[in-house]
Nanobody, 120 residues
């Protein structure tokens, strides 16, 4: 099977942190560009971050720079999204996906998503 599985979501208070994981099976993330996306109920999906396979360049939505950090652990075949200083507006289902290249809208494999809820 070729799949991505997100994990690490949950309920966190404003100002808290979470680390999301995107674990791949059936292929090697080392050769793959991975993007993180999120979607809140009733809202369109938006891009959060992306990490390239070639040189490991990272990209972030402008509004999230400084709070979110994407990273890759090739030994674990996993991409992470460290989220700090979380606020209620960050509440959404977070997805990872393979992408043709960072910044593109051409996707391959999607994970099932993990819920992040920021509330006091």
């Amino acid at each position: 099977q070729v799949q991505l599985v997100e994990s690490g979501g949950g309920l966190v208070q404003p100002g808290g942190s979470l680390r999301l994981s995107c674990a791949a099976s059936g292929f090697t993330l080392d050769y793959t560009n991975i993007g993180w996306f999120r979607q809140a109920p009733g809202k369109e999906r938006e891009g959060v971050s992306c990490i390239s396979s070639s040189v490991g360049s990272t990209y972030y939505a402008d509004s999230l720079k400084g709070r979110f950090t994407i990273s890759r652990d090739n030994a674990k075949n996993t991409v992470y999204l460290q989220m700090n200083s979380l606020q209620p507006e960050d509440t959404a289902v977070y997805y990872c996906a393979t992408v043709l290249r960072c910044g593109s809208s051409k996707f391959g494999i999607w994970g099932q998503g993990t819920q992040v809820t920021v509330s006091s």
